[in-house]
Every structure is written in C-alpha cells, then in structure tokens.
C-alpha cells in the first residue's frame, strides 16, 4: 500500500534524473535539471541514470505489472465472488464495478502522466499537454462510469474537469494569450461559476445514466417473467 501511494512522487523523480540542460553556457557542456552541480559528462552521472533506469523498472513499470497480475490472478473471485479471496487487495479493486476491477491501473496512469512524464514534455508546452492528458481522462472515466458508488463518479469527473481547467489557464499563462488581469478574472471566475457548474453537469449526468441502468435492468426483468412463468406452468 505504501508503495502503491508514493508511486506518482517516485516516478517523478527517477523520469528527472534523465533530463540534463544543454543550454546552459558553460562550454557547451550539459548539467542535469534537478542538480546543476552535476555534469552529465561525469562518471557519477551515470551512476545516477543506472539508479534511475533501476526505479523506472521497479516503480512505474514493475509496481504497475505487479498489480496487474495480482488482479488478473484473483478476476474470478472479484469479478463473480465479491472478491473472495483477494480481501488483501480490496484497497485496489472494492471502489470499482466488478467489470471495472482493474480501473485502478488506469487512474495510475493518468497520475504517471500528469506527473512524472510531464518532466519530458518541454516546459512551454507543459501546460497544454497536462491539459490535453487530464481532458482525455475525463472522457475516459465519463464514458467507463468505473465506480460501484456514483458520488465518486461525480468528484472525479469535476476533479479531472478542473485540472483540465487550471492546465488550461497556465498554458494561457505560458503563452501570454491573455493580460495577466484578466486572467485573474477569469481564474476566479473559473473558480466560482465554472467548476460549480462542471459539479451540477456531472451529477445530471450520472443521474441520467442511474436512471437509464435500471430502466434497462427492469425491462430485461420483466421480459425474463414470462419465460419463467412458462417454464414453471409445462
């Protein structure tokens, strides 16, 4: 579990150690990002990448595929047992639809991605491409409705919707699109109309899609009756 929770933080700081300055003046020579006393050209630098390389395959990789084939191996009782004999993985999987028990995999990859491989995006680009990755999540949450309670689909589409919005006024910001005091108008208008209304749009939402499922649940329940009832009466 604790692995699992510092995963985005570690992942961000292997991804920097591969990122080194070559516009830095000195002769042409290269220092890395994260450590300016540190030449790139220098034995001890790549002692730093080989550690590095090491906790790219031990943390966003190896943590990643260990989870994957922990919850493959235990599908079965997640899936149609109420996650009989997988309890010591609950904290991955019990927030989910049974179908959707692997959701988790995918929300690591968007806090990957909204982390640790932003690092390797340039800086002035940052902003729009971290707004690009948390509006595809959104459309991809929104669309798998993943969750077994739908509160929780409500606050992580308004979540994703709202990071999508803070990336958008940084890349704003970076690009100098828009005077500085407007955009202080429009952040606070952000803050105060428009993720209010991202909040009411997802719950109509959600409610919709809840009302849809159980009409479709009912209908195939009344159609299922009659077969029954003429089966019990032959």
């Known amino acids: 579990l604790l692995l699992y929770l510092v995963l985005p933080t570690v992942s961000t700081t292997c991804f920097r150690a591969f990122l080194c300055d070559e516009?830095?003046?000195?002769?042409?020579?290269?220092f890395l990002k994260a450590d300016y006393g540190q030449s790139c050209a220098s034995d001890g630098y790549r002692g730093v990448v080989?550690?590095?390389?090491?906790?790219?395959?031990?943390?966003?990789?190896?943590?990643n595929v260990a989870t994957a084939m922990?919850?493959?191996?235990?599908?079965?009782g997640i899936m149609h047992h109420n996650g009989d004999g997988a309890s010591h993985l609950a904290f991955i999987f019990a927030a989910y639809k049974p179908e959707a028990f692997y959701f988790e995999l995918v929300d690591s990859a968007r806090r990957i991605a909204l982390t640790g491989l932003l690092v390797f995006i340039p800086e002035k680009s940052r902003a729009s491409a971290a707004m690009l990755i948390a509006m595809l999540f959104y459309g991809v949450f929104a669309e798998a409705q993943p969750f077994s309670n739908h509160s929780l689909h409500v606050v992580a589409g308004v979540s994703n919707a709202a990071i999508a919005c803070i990336f958008a006024c940084l890349a704003i910001l970076q690009g100098e699109m828009m005077p500085r005091p407007l955009l202080t108008t429009g952040?606070?208008?952000?803050s105060w109309v428009v993720i209010p209304l991202l909040l009411v749009f997802q719950l109509v939402r959600?409610?919709?899609r809840s009302d849809m499922c159980s009409a479709l649940h009912?209908?195939?329940?009344?159609?299922h009756k009659p077969e029954?009832?003429?089966?019990?009466?032959t």
């Open 187 to 190: 952040c606070v208008a952000l």
């Open 218 to 223: 009912h209908r195939e329940s009344v159609t």
């Open 50 to 63: 080989a550690l590095a390389a090491c906790g790219v395959v031990l943390y966003p990789i190896g943590i």
């Open 23 to 30: 516009d830095f003046g000195v002769d042409g020579k290269s």
């Open 70 to 76: 922990l919850l493959w191996r235990h599908r079965e």
């Open 206 to 208: 959600t409610k919709r």
């Open 228 to 233: 029954e009832l003429s089966l019990v009466t």
